[in-house]
């Protein structure tokens, strides 16, 4: 799986249930924007609420944190797609590490 702070491949949802955008990689170690809960709502709500399946809206103005993260906690990448004032935030089904 390539990870980079390329925007393509820059997504990812850590294994504590978190999704980050990678801003620098060096060997094993990344540094990344993690994006706090109390920015992401569900996409929808019916028939079940879609933070079930992780797929998130963003807000654009989102509060994030840049930490140093492990590639081994990297659980698998993710897609960040503009969506109204925001972004809609999923895991990629088929990318699981």
Do not use: W
């Not at 990870?3 to 850590?14: E, F, T």
């Not at 955008?21 to 060997?27: F, G, N, P, S, W």
């Not at 079940?48 to 993260?69: N, P, Q």
């Not at 492990?70 to 797609?81: N, S």
């Amino acid at each position: 799986m390539k990870l980079s702070s390329n925007r393509r491949d820059s997504v990812v949802q850590l294994k504590n249930g978190k999704f980050a955008e990678i801003v620098a990689r060096q060997d094993n170690k990344l540094s990344c924007k993690v994006f706090r809960r109390s920015s992401l709502r569900p996409l929808f709500l019916e028939p079940c609420s879609s933070d079930l399946l992780d797929i998130y809206v963003l807000e654009r103005s989102g509060k994030t944190v840049v930490v140093e993260v492990a590639q081994e906690d990297v659980h698998r990448k993710a897609l960040k797609l503009p969506y109204h004032n925001g972004y809609v935030i999923m895991p990629l089904a088929h990318s699981v590490l």
